[in-house]
Each structure stands twice: as structure tokens, then as C-alpha cells.
């Protein structure tokens, strides 16, 4: 399922662009045929499934919770399926990376933005992401575990300072 309809592409992007990228026949589509766009359709689904391999990744959202979005937060999910799937178009005309940086910012934001997410340093205004963002682990000692500092003469071995080896008399 895309999180994203070819309306919405067509809401974001300029139609004939979209309409000269997504011919192979070198007849430029209209918004009518754009609407129905088999190409448009499967590069929204690919960017969709770029979004949730990213999101789930992160173990901070399941498909289930990316499809009941709403408001602001359905909207950034929407932005970013259109700017990855506008960048798979340029990909699908041959474009190098490097014009598809010029030509499409949004593509590299929205692959930098998934990051972020994944990483929990943004997340979706959704309960559980919110907690799972501010994570922080929780150290246990139990009281049978020996602490670092009771072990430190195992791992680095004893220094022992003897009468003509005292490194704090500086006037020698």
C-alpha cells in the first residue's frame, strides 16, 4: 500500500514534469492519464517501501501505525513517499546522482529525514515512538558482580613504586 496517491504527487510536483518522466513513448502525459499512471503508481509504492523498511527498522513503528496517521504527521509521511518517488523517476530517466541532487533536493532529505526517524531523533506524534525516541538504557549492578574498579588489578596488572622509584619526587 503507498502512503501516498498520485493526487497528492500531483499536488507536490509540477504535472508535466511528471508527465515527460513518466513517458516512454515520448508522449508527455496529462493530469487526467497521470491520475491512473501505472510508472507514477509504482514509484510511489516503491518509496513506500523504502519508508517502512527504514521505519520498522528502527523498531519504533509497525505498517499498521504508518497507515492511521493523521494531521501534520500524515502529511510529513505523505511529503516524503512524493519526494523519494520523485527521485526514483529521475532514477528511472537515467539521471545521474548528482543532477538528481540538484534537481530533486527533496529525494536526499527525505532518504536524511528516514535516518533521523529510524535513529529516534524525530519520530511521528504517536505514543509509543515518542517513548521509544527518549529511550535510554537502564544499568542494573547486582550486589554479587564485581565492579570495575575491584577488577582493574586483573586487567592492568599491579604497579608498585619501590624506594628509588618514586615518580612524585620531581627534585631528583
Request: aromatic content about 6%; glycine content about 6%; hydrophobic content about 40%.
Amino acid at each position: 500500500m503507498a502512503y501516498a496517491t498520485t493526487q497528492n504527487m500531483l499536488d507536490r510536483y509540477d504535472v508535466n514534469r511528471l508527465g515527460q518522466l513518466v513517458a516512454d513513448d515520448g508522449v508527455q502525459r496529462t493530469k487526467v492519464q497521470l491520475l491512473s499512471d501505472a510508472v507514477l503508481e509504482e514509484m510511489l509504492a516503491d518509496a513506500s517501501g523504502y519508508i517502512t523498511s527504514a521505519l520498522i527498522a528502527g523498531n519504533r513503528y509497525r505498517p499498521e501505525d504508518l497507515a492511521t496517521l493523521s494531521g501534520d504527521d500524515a502529511k510529513l509521511l505523505i511529503r516524503l513517499t512524493c519526494d523519494i518517488a520523485f527521485g526514483l523517476l529521475l532514477q528511472r530517466r537515467g539521471y545521474p546522482l548528482d543532477q538528481i541532487k540538484s534537481i530533486a533536493p527533496g529525494y536526499l532529505q527525505a532518504f536524511a529525514w528516514l535516518d533521523r526517524m529510524a535513529d529516534g531523533q524525530a519520530v511521528f506524534n504517536l505514543d509509543e515512538a515518542r517513548d521509544a525516541g527518549r529511550t535510554h538504557p537502564e544499568v542494573v549492578v547486582a550486589r554479587h558482580e564485581p565492579l570495575l574498579s575491584s577488577t582493574l588489578t586483573r586487567v592492568f596488572g599491579h604497579l608498585e613504586l619501590g624506594p628509588r622509584d618514586n615518580r612524585h619526587d620531581r627534585t631528583a
